[in-house]
């Protein structure tokens, strides 16, 4: 149902229906910001690539494939626009500190219970794509086939790399007591 | 050490791609070996702690800047017409058999103001003297087609006030600067644009809200456009040298400046 209303959005927008889009934003803008956020781990450029990604996605709505999930499509734009904007990221600053950093503001710190910190500090520990895997799986609840379209790896890979970036982020939470050691 | 097999097992009962048959030889394994237990025990802990973690709310006016950044007229099918149909229009009249005739006066009537118009610009500064040009008559006449004209994107920016938003871009082409604005302003604002006359002489101007009744004034360096509201608005420069050159954006509301930008465009590589 949630797909046939999406292909009948998409159709309704290349009718020139601006309302369609909005429709289209107001479903998913939640979910794209969240992926961004998780994997940039800073919310005004989450805000930039969320803009950007619904952007190209109206730009691109002709070319959307029926047969393919609509989500699915969205969601793989998302995660090539965050990969894409850290890999920018890492050229221009080198080493990227800033996302490894536990230092927060206090009014970041204020607003963020410490077990999220803890998980969103452990998580930058992973490579942007483990994290992407980290994101789709645990906080998008995606199966592996989805995951598979939406990297552009086979599915045995989403599953390898998937274990390995869990077990690194095990490793992470454990050292930090998050999880328990008996 | 846990067989390679087994931790899979467990990553798939993570994943709930577990099988039942593959549950119980896991189970099995588990009660037996205390090391593979203890992984299980805290790779489930992490999924957990996972599964903890809210989704966050977006920015709220992140729908309104994806918007305003959009082009509403992507997807609009292009509709053939005439520049006789449009100018009925424009003027919301059907002229039924008289229209032939009609035609041409039109056609003249907008030559001739679109000449007034052009001469007024290139021959030194009549709108200077008379102040201001009611531009409603003139809704796009006046720009001066060039054969094949290739505009390259320069320089673009967004506005997010709560009095008005929207984008302004420049785009250059050999002997043209296009300045393009899509604004949407809750009460009526005026628009300035600072250039240097040195480098750019006006060439024509046309919006898309034809209903708007705007006062477009012509002073020394830059042009102002008054009682804007919501629409788009397109103004359209000849370079008179082919160097980089910019141009001063200001939006005022009752003599208040509530926005000012400046914008580059590089020199041609045409």
């Known amino acids: 149902m949630t797909e046939q209303n999406d292909a009948l959005l998409v159709q309704q927008c290349l009718e020139g229906n601006v309302k369609a889009f909005e429709a289209i934003i107001d479903k998913y803008q939640k979910t794209i910001f969240n992926v961004a956020l998780r994997i940039i781990n800073d919310n005004d450029d989450a805000e930039d690539i969320a803009q950007t990604v619904f952007i190209k996605l109206y730009e691109k709505l002709a070319s959307f494939d029926s047969r393919r999930k609509f989500f699915s499509w969205l969601y793989r734009m998302a995660i090539n626009e965050s990969l894409n904007f850290l890999n920018q990221k890492k050229r221009f600053e080198g080493l990227n500190d800033a996302l490894l950093s536990d230092d927060k503001t206090p009014e970041e710190s204020y607003e963020e219970n410490e077990m999220t910190q803890q998980i969103e500090s452990a998580l930058m520990h992973l490579e942007p794509e483990q994290r992407a895997l980290i994101v789709l799986k645990h906080f998008q609840n995606l199966a592996y086939q989805e995951i598979s379209y939406i990297m552009d790896i086979p599915e045995k890979m989403v599953k390898s790399r998937l274990y390995s970036a869990r077990q690194l982020l095990k490793d992470v939470l454990l050292r930090r007591g998050f999880v328990a050691n008996d | 050490m846990i067989e390679q097999k087994y931790i899979e097992l467990i990553n798939k009962k993570i994943d709930g791609e577990i099988t039942p048959s593959e549950s119980v030889k896991l189970q099995d394994y588990l009660s037996r070996r205390q090391e593979a237990e203890q992984v299980h025990d805290e790779l489930m802990a992490t999924s957990t702690l996972l599964s903890k973690m809210h989704e966050v709310e977006p920015p709220s006016n992140l729908k309104k800047k994806i918007l305003n950044e959009i082009r509403p007229d992507l997807y609009n099918v292009p509709q053939k017409t005439s520049l006789w149909n ?185």
């Open chain 2, 86 to 270: 449009a100018i009925k229009n424009l003027i919301g009249v059907d002229f039924g058999a008289s229209s032939h005739r009609l035609k041409y006066g039109f056609s003249f009537v907008f030559g001739l103001a679109a000449g007034l118009f052009i001469y007024s610009v290139f021959a030194n500064n009549t709108l200077d003297e008379k102040g201001s040009v009611e531009i409603t008559d003139l809704y796009g006449t006046i720009m001066q087609r060039e054969a094949s004209t290739r505009f390259t994107q320069a320089d673009k920016a967004s506005i997010n006030l709560p009095q008005v938003s929207g984008t302004v871009s420049i785009k250059y082409s050999e002997n043209l600067l296009f300045t393009e604005l899509f604004l949407r302003a809750s009460q009526k604002i005026d628009l300035v644009l600072e250039y240097d006359e040195n480098l750019l002489v006006l060439n024509s101007f046309a919006k898309s809200n034809i209903d708007e009744s705007n006062t477009l004034t012509a002073n020394v360096n830059s042009l102002k456009l008054s009682e804007v509201g919501e629409g788009k608005y397109a103004f359209v420069f000849n370079r008179k040298t082919p160097v980089a050159v910019s141009m001063r954006f200001k939006i005022y509301s009752a003599s208040n400046l509530l926005y000012e930008k400046s914008l580059e465009a590089a020199v041609s590589d045409e």
